[in-house]
């Protein structure tokens, strides 16, 4: 855009160039001329020719200064024309003296000096023009000669002493008149070129002098001025007067002629025009005379009619040519405003021109611009979908890499708790039963084994990132070698009556395997089969011989892997979606890890139950680059096989000293070591139910326990929706319920608040304080019980929370509206709430304090008491309008339950 700005300006000073460029050549030559004075016709003639000669020529400037007869006005004139620096200097001096410094300094300066009319002294001048004044005397004598036959006087009247016309006219007239003896000059009278200067001299001379014949002025002004004097005293036909200039027009000297005024005038032209001429080749460097000098001429009666004629004429051809140039400056004018007008036409086009240009030039890169943006924004916007790619892969990566450390450090928990929760109970019991105490240690020590197994999963986990995994392969037996392991899972089978199958066709089969990587492969399939296979399940492990592989297959009849997730599974961190178990899930990917550097693989299916398949290549071509090992290597030390069963007796002893009333608990718990523990610990104090989880809520709803302890990560439902489903049924939304959990977010803190639980307890817990939890669980429902019986006339109010609420409102809205009605019984009001008897018993009681038929008791026997204050009911009237089918039984009853019979209530 830049150099098309510059190019814009520089037309445009180009185009002001131009105009200007052209001024100038108009302006090319400037003449300066310094006249002597503009008080008479003849100067004012002078002026006349110049400026229309000028005015011929477009290119001169013609600047006139009229010094009005004082020579210091005129040096000062001539000098601003040489400071100015005037082309050409013309100047008419108005003395010759004075005046010849300041034309010699104008030459030094280098400008041409034309001088006309009067001289100056000396010759430092370009040019004179004039006419021959000497000629111009001799001419005036030469008049008088031809017309005097006899002896004649005769005065002259001079110009300006000092002025080069005036003493060269006497020179040329005095010199002829001398020549001839009968004239003579009798008088001189000195003028200055005007005639108020000669009058009252002339008329004093005539009146004292002889009468002259002929009186000879320099000019026709002063000759004018003779003859008025003459006139004034009659002598005009007697004197004869010549004068000299000849200008045309009125009081000229032409008329004078013609009007018999003056005899004869000699022409003396004013030498203007020629003046500019010269001027003009002086500009034109054309050589010029430095004399030029000008005809002259006698006009008397004789040719005066022709001079005026030629005069007329003259003027006449003048006026045509100041007309003709008035028309020309008009077109000059008119050219001058329509060629600025073309100028300015040309500038707008040129303009118009750039500005087009520079339109498409911004069109072009603005589209160019356009098109840099658009690239640039499709590689910022493909950036960015790396970037988001990125950090959705990083977000996943870190999400994954947080569950399994969240799920690893939960797993460590639960062991943890059972180690410390045994430890302080040896430390708070020391005295009890040795049986017991070795029970605890016992825990300790699987569960201790258990983090040792986690920890060396942990330590696989590592070896595998990091790939320092050294494969030892030796030539292996498959069968004896896998049956070693299964034989580890018979008692667990046995006690879970889990239908565990070993088929193969031949024991013969070999396979190089790196022994204690696939230990740990066959052993955590079976480990999750077992894991996930219930009670009365089948695990069948399959050995199938195909060409060049052998296929190993662990089937089981547990939950299952959903479809979508047969390959995630593998993957670290990942366990299915369907698992709700404590797990790293790293197990899995081990698994395929060993299998794989064997040059094996493994899938899953699922039918019914999930199916793992271990193919292995047979023979070593594929693992040459392993170290063969031919010699059967035993086990390695540092690995032991954990297979750590769960260390539940058959049966749990109930407490046989129980209390009376002891309350209930119920454990949702689906580790059975943990769930052992508590109800251990419980059942001295509480009725202990538990469940493993799977049917959590159908045993709170079977033995509606005072207390509920639910763990969180469970089989089936988890803890928050077992916890949601029971305080959203009215059997069970009065029971309190402990949370108890491996996890310790906030979020699962919240989602069991949310989900109506009561306390939050993570593990690993400490004893006293889940023991002072149920008791302060007990405690407030015992306090609300007592709130609800004292309070029982206002639990229609706004006072109870929700479920309660509703619930006692319905109870006491069924009882009122059968009150009258002896028959109704409970199981009646309970059929009518659509839960058991035992239910609506276990509601009240815990809720109210008393049975079911102790509560309907009340309300009939409060029912009877306002009838007695208010009614002018008797009272068997009384008795059976609150449902008493016997008067006798009514009083009894009702002076038990206010300590004064209805007789003395009534009476009173
Ligand atoms: C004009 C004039 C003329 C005369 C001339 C001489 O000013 O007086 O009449 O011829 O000057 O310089």
Redesign the pocket.
Known sequence: MKPLIKFFFLTIFFLLFLSCNQQHSEENYRIGFSQ??TT?N??REMNKSMQLEASLHPEIVLEIKDAENSVAQQVKQIEGFIKDDVDVLIVSPIQSNPITTVIEKAMDAGIPTIVI??KIDGSNFTAYIGANNVEVGRNAAKYIISHSGEPAEIIEIT?QEG?S??HERSEGFRKAINQIPNLTISHIIKGD?EKASIKEELSKLLDSTEIPKYIFA????MALGAWEVVKEKSLEDDIHIIG??GLFGPNGGIQLVKDRILSATVL?PTGGMEAIKLAEELMSHESIEKNNILKTVIIDSVNVGIMKNQFDKMNQQQNDIEHQQEVIDKQINTYNSQSKLIQLMIFLLVLLLILSVWSIYLVVKLRKHKRNLESSNTEIRAQRNKIEEFAEKLKLSNESKINFFTALSHEFKTPLTLITSSIDSIAERPSKESQEISYETNLIINNSKRLLRLINELLDFRKIENGSFDLRVTKTKIVPFLKNIVDNFKSEALKKSIELKFSYKSENLELYLDREMMDKVFFNILSNAFKFTPKNGKVHITIEEKEEKIEILFKDSGIGIPKEEFQSIFDPYMQASNNTRPSSGIGLYITRQFVELHKGNISVSSNQGAEFKISLLKGNVHLKEYVISEVQKGMDTSYERNRVENLVPEEIDGNKNLRENAESVLIIEDNLELSFLLQKKLSSEYKVYVSDGVDGVEKALEVIPDVMICDINLPDKDGFQICRELKNDLRTSHIPTIILTALSDKESRLKALKAGADTYITKPFNNQILMESIKSALFNREKLRYYYTNRIDKVNGENFAGAEQFFLKELNALIDANLKNSGFTVEDLACSLEISRVQLYRKVKALLGVSVNEYINSLRLKKAKNLLQNSKLNISEIAYEVGYSSPGYFSTSFKKEYGISPKELKTS
């Open positions: 002597a004075m008479d003849w100067r009319d009067r110009g002025s016309p005036a070129w320099h000019n026709d002004r000299v200039d003396y």
